[in-house]
């Protein structure tokens, strides 16, 4: 896929990509809003939308905004990797507020994997004839 966006801007493109996915998520918990519900969902949408348009959800891109790209950018900011090592190494419950954000993040990767897959396949069920 060709992309619009120049080699410069890429990085930026994906950091805001991030960050928005960030909010929204912070948002929808805050509020107790699903993400998987509008206009949460509708808003994510739009973000794998951009970053597909950029050519970041495909598999071996860089940035890597694939949804096992997001998901492990999300769970180093969120801090969730080290607390899996250390409730793994202490054989302890996750806390609380690191079980939500995972499901969080479960939510979002998802949601990235199933519209991957579905305009991956749109050619498939488009073609004219």
Known sequence: MSSTTSPTTTPALAVQILGEIDRIVSDAEASGQP?????????????????????????????????DGICQALAEQWGLKSAALESTASQSKLPSEHLSKMRSLWSVMRMWMEWSYAWSRWDEFHKEG
């Open 35 to 67: 993400l998987e519900v509008d206009p949460t969902r509708s808003r994510l949408f739009e973000l794998f939308v951009t970053a597909h348009g950029a050519g970041h959800t495909e598999e071996g891109s860089d940035p890597d905004l694939t949804a």
